[in-house]
T-cell receptor, first 122, second 108 residues
């Protein structure tokens, strides 16, 4: 079964840091680009960051650029998101998401984890 | 940045009825448009990619259409399990960015 399992969320004070992890299984992780998407409580979806298979292309949304760092370890089938200088508005459910590599679907998000909750509060 | 809009915000329908959801883009995204379904407490699920291609395992009652700046998701005969929030997403500039619409809630 294709699966993504996030971990590392929790409660953190403003200005603090947190590292999210995502473990992939059921597919060849090293051959897929990956992203992080978040969803604030009761709100919509926001793309945050992208990383390609060989870590040669990395992109961020303006809202997290300079504060968040995406990385991956293909030997461990894992994706990471290092989050620094956290703000209250970063409070959300963070999803690890696979980028489709199919011919017509390339660029869409075809596999989602269940998410890990991050709450930034004093 | 490409801004996505969706209408209506909420769609009230009865089981068995047809539902038509609209999605607009502030500039052309060609056919780089996907639709996702999100049920309460669950992660989003890919329904449609490339504007009209159904994802694996998605029932035939879901169909997508459109290109450029205007898109439609049609659910031909609503089932009880279809009541959810539906988001459109453009990926014409990927991997530089992706943007989602605000969502349409389909309710009874």
């Amino acid at each position: 079964e294709v699966q993504l399992v996030e971990s590392g969320g929790g409660l953190v004070q403003p200005g603090g840091s947190l590292r999210l992890s995502c473990e992939a299984s059921g597919f060849t992780f090293s051959t897929f680009d990956m992203t992080w998407v978040r969803q604030a409580p009761g709100k919509g979806l926001e793309w945050l960051s992208y990383i390609d298979t060989t870590v040669t292309a990395i992109y961020y949304a303006d809202s997290v650029k300079g504060r968040f760092t995406i990385s991956r370890d293909n030997t461990k089938n894992s994706l990471y998101l290092q989050m620094n200088s956290l703000r209250a508005e970063d409070s959300a459910l963070y999803y690890c998401v696979r980028v489709s590599s199919s011919y017509f679907g390339s660029g869409s998000f075809d596999v989602w984890g269940q998410g890990t909750m991050v709450t930034v509060t004093s | 940045e490409i801004v996505m809009t969706q209408s209506p915000a909420t769609l009230s329908v009865s089981p068995g009825e047809r539902a038509t959801l609209s999605c607009g883009a502030s500039q052309s995204v060609s056919e780089k448009l996907a639709w996702y379904q999100q049920k309460p407490g669950q992660a989003p699920r890919l329904l449609i990619y490339g504007a009209f291609h159904r994802a694996t395992g998605i029932p035939g009652r879901f169909s997508g259409s459109g290109s450029g700046t205007e898109f439609t998701l049609t659910i031909s005969s609503l089932q009880s399990e279809d009541f959810a929030i539906y988001y459109c997403q453009q990926y014409t500039n990927w991997p530089l960015s992706w943007t989602f619409g605000p969502g349409t809630r389909v309710e009874i």
